[in-house]
């Protein structure tokens, strides 16, 4: 049997256009465990123990966002359920985030503002948790999409969790115990290189023991958080930047050694090559306070060059 909520109502900040978050989701190699049916975006999460599906759809405009969030369970959904998952999707598509003073950032560079005008009502959209964003980092690491897309799939089909909802399979990520238990060997055995596999059980230990823990990033700043998530074997600046922009949802991380922005900010800028990592951290300086969002952008336009 299977449980649903009424619509839940929520109000995003204008502006915002649902789609774009929806465009960016059916083409981004991170959409691994999400779906995309009908205009609408399905995906189960574990809140608090609770397995539950959540799906959420615009009925609003980019000037007067509305959305419907409802949930699904194989369990009676309370109050507090309610409660959890509205606040899920409002960090994971920063639905309370005010946009306007980016907005005035982007306005005194004619380039990028001529990209962000392209794209009007586009925000961010996070990964599930900040866990996910690092496992599919170490992946992603020196490898191309569809490579590390067949890891992140296989990654999920060996611990994952299934959360069957009107007959149709929905995934989840193992949690850390689940993939010490499956060890490095298990990894390695289906195309993980010796020292992905072994970066990824070292993440899930330390994050299983609490020697990585992300809550205790919040506080601190850019250089201090990249610090304590470099100090561990297998995350790098590159890897640090993109687990806090992706992850956590920190507003101010630009992951400049990335080559899909070095690319897009050595084509915008008509540099005829590819942009350095310090040409990258130099031309985004005058967005210091949403440089996060910047790359995001830059990610969606690189996105759209290739779907078109």
């Given at each position: 049997?299977?449980?649903?909520?009424p619509i839940i109502p929520l109000h995003p900040t204008a502006p915002y256009d649902f789609s774009l978050t929806l465009a960016?989701?059916?083409?981004a190699p991170s959409t691994i465990m999400e779906q995309i049916h009908d205009h609408t975006y399905y995906r189960a999460i574990n809140l608090d123990n609770h397995l539950l599906l959540i799906t959420l759809r615009s009925v609003g405009t980019t000037e007067n966002p509305q959305l419907h969030l409802q949930i699904h369970a194989p369990q009676p959904i309370?109050?507090?359920?309610?409660?959890?998952?509205?606040?899920?999707?409002?960090?994971?598509?920063?639905?309370q985030i005010n946009p306007y003073p980016f907005m005035?950032?982007?306005?005194?560079?004619?380039v990028f503002s001529e990209l962000y005008h392209s794209m009007y009502g586009l925000r961010p959209v996070l990964m599930g948790s900040p866990e996910e964003a690092l496992y599919w980092a170490i992946i992603g690491q020196?490898?191309?999409?569809?490579?590390?897309?067949?890891?992140?799939?296989?990654?999920?089909?060996?611990?994952?969790?299934t959360l069957n909802i009107e007959e149709q399979i929905?995934?989840?990520?193992?949690?850390?115990?689940?993939i010490v238990e499956i060890g490095e060997e298990t990894l390695r055995a289906h195309q993980?290189?010796?020292?992905?596999?072994?970066?990824?059980?070292l993440a899930a230990?330390?994050?299983?023991?609490?020697?990585?823990?992300?809550?205790?990033?919040q506080p601190f700043d850019n250089e201090q958080s990249l610090n304590r998530l470099t100090q561990h074997h297998g995350i790098g600046r590159w890897t640090a930047e993109y687990v806090m922009m992706r992850g956590i949802g920190a507003r101010d991380y630009i992951p400049a050694a990335d080559i899909g922005l070095r690319s897009i900010v050595g084509k915008q800028y008509q540099l005829g090559r590819n942009a350095t990592e310090a040409e990258v951290r130099e031309i985004t300086r005058p967005f210091t306070g949403w440089r996060s969002w910047v790359a995001f952008y830059w990610w969606m336009a690189l996105q759209m060059d290739k779907v078109h």
């Open positions: 049997m299977t449980y649903l909520s960016y989701l059916q083409h309370t109050d507090v359920m309610i409660a959890s998952a509205q606040d899920w999707v409002t960090k994971i598509f920063q639905l005035e950032v982007v306005r005194a560079d004619p020196q490898i191309n999409v569809t490579f590390a897309q067949k890891l992140k799939r296989k990654f999920i089909e060996l611990g994952g969790y929905y995934t989840l990520l193992p949690d850390p115990a689940r993980f290189s010796r020292q992905k596999a072994h970066y990824i059980v230990e330390n994050m299983r023991t609490g020697n990585l823990d992300f809550h205790s990033l």
